[in-house]
């Protein structure tokens, strides 16, 4: 069946590093892909969405491209915050209407 | 606001007793959803519904049962018969059909604690 499998964390970074988070997804026909962000003791967020291959998604300052030939959707951030530290979930929609799966999630940890 | 909220955010409960957690939108989306988070393994989708009075089992519905009598109400009943109710449970909704990205919005969530 569909699925999707990130990078597991902690992931662990100074202020201003240069941050990716792999995810990799399977799936018949052509998904719509997700990034969620869980800061602690909340709901999720949507962060980013991409709907087609080679569509790239971005949100404040992150940035993640639909790579149909590859199968994945990494998560990217040129310079990290402390504001940033949250858990991090891919996501894929196999079809309109129907419910998100989702990866484990990975936890990002930023210092200052 | 629009949004989504879910009630009560903490619930402590003896084994054996039946729960209901509440989840109510203002965003007239038409499909609601539950999932349960467990460090680790992610989201699981317990039940949806995409339209009021119909609602599928997710993957891990065993031990649960829902109902959908209002478009704006999606009650998550944890029953006796879940062997392990220990979770945060979260509640989203989409605007539903058929086209476009399936969107969800998430409520803050509710923490049960089975002693």
């Known amino acids: 069946g569909d699925s999707v499998t990130q990078m597991e964390g902690p992931v662990t970074l100074s202020e201003e590093a240069f941050l990716t988070i792999n995810c990799t997804y399977t799936?018949?026909?052509?998904?719509?892909l997700f990034w969620y962000v869980q800061y602690p003791g909340e709901g999720l967020q949507l962060l980013l969405k991409?709907?087609?291959?080679?569509d790239k998604g971005s949100n404040k300052g992150f940035e993640a491209t639909y790579r149909k030939e590859t199968t994945s959707f990494h998560l990217e951030k040129g310079s990290v915050q402390v504001s940033d530290s949250a858990v991090y979930f891919c996501?894929?929609?196999?079809?309109?209407?129907?419910?998100?799966?989702f990866g484990k999630g990975t936890t990002l940890s930023v210092s200052s | 606001d629009g949004g989504i909220t879910q009630s009560p955010k903490y619930l402590f409960r003896k084994e054996g007793q039946n729960v209901t957690l509440s989840c109510e939108q203002n965003?007239?989306?038409?499909?609601m959803y539950w999932y349960r988070q467990d460090p680790g393994q992610g989201l699981r989708l317990i039940y949806y519904?995409?339209?009021?009075?119909?609602?599928q089992k997710g993957d891990i519905a065993e031990g649960y049962s829902v109902s959908r009598e209002k478009k704006e109400s999606f009650p998550l009943t944890v029953t006796s018969a879940q062997k392990n109710p220990t979770a945060f449970y979260l509640c989203?909704?989409?605007?539903?059909?058929?086209?476009?990205?399936?969107?969800?919005?998430f409520g803050a969530g509710s923490r049960l604690t089975v002693l």
């Open positions: 989203a909704s989409s605007i539903g059909g058929s086209s476009g990205a399936n969107v969800l919005t």
């Open positions: 799936a018949t026909g052509y998904p719509s």
């Open positions: 991409a709907t087609k291959a080679d």
């Open positions: 996501a894929l929609s196999a079809q309109a209407g129907t419910a998100l799966i």
């Open positions: 965003l007239n989306h038409d499909a």
């Open positions: 519904s995409q339209i009021v009075n119909d609602f």
